[in-house]
């Protein structure tokens, strides 16, 4: 299976921005539908936004929807996440997913990917 391994989380102020990284150990395109999801804590970890494997579609949250934007490097096997305007409660640990397919064809449904980075920390302040 493919790895994955996360960077790019920090801690920022409300209305500040971040780009979260996810590295693959080999190339996804073509491969692996990706996502991003996060755990508040207390809380279920929720899908935010995932691209399909041939980077055509993509799905957000309705909460980060205009804020957040998934995008891929084939070139550099990997996933990002830039958030903007970000807002205390999108503090949470955020996670890199993978899935060879996505059964149900909603992206944003966690029990479709079984592979997943160790996480990021984002703290808005």
């Known amino acids: 299976h493919v790895q994955l391994v996360e960077s790019g989380g920090g801690s920022v102020q409300t209305g500040g921005s971040l780009r979260l990284s996810c590295a693959a150990s080999?190339?996804?395109?073509?491969?692996?539908?990706m996502g991003w999801f996060r755990q508040a804590p207390g809380k279920e970890r929720e899908g935010v936004a995932a691209?399909?494997?041939?980077?055509?579609?993509?799905a957000y949250a309705d909460s980060v929807k205009g804020r957040f934007t998934i995008s891929k490097d084939n070139d550099k096997d990997t996933l990002y996440l830039q958030m903007n305007n970000l807002k205390p409660e999108d503090t949470a640990m955020y996670f890199c997913?993978?899935?060879?397919?996505?059964?149900?064809?909603?992206?944003?449904?966690?029990?479709?990917?079984?592979?997943w980075g160790q996480g990021t920390q984002v703290t808005v302040s």
């Open positions: 997913a993978a899935a060879r397919l996505v059964y149900s064809r909603n992206l944003l449904l966690m029990k479709e990917y079984n592979i």
């Open positions: 080999e190339a996804t395109s073509h491969t692996y539908c």
């Open positions: 691209i399909d494997s041939d980077s055509i579609t993509t």
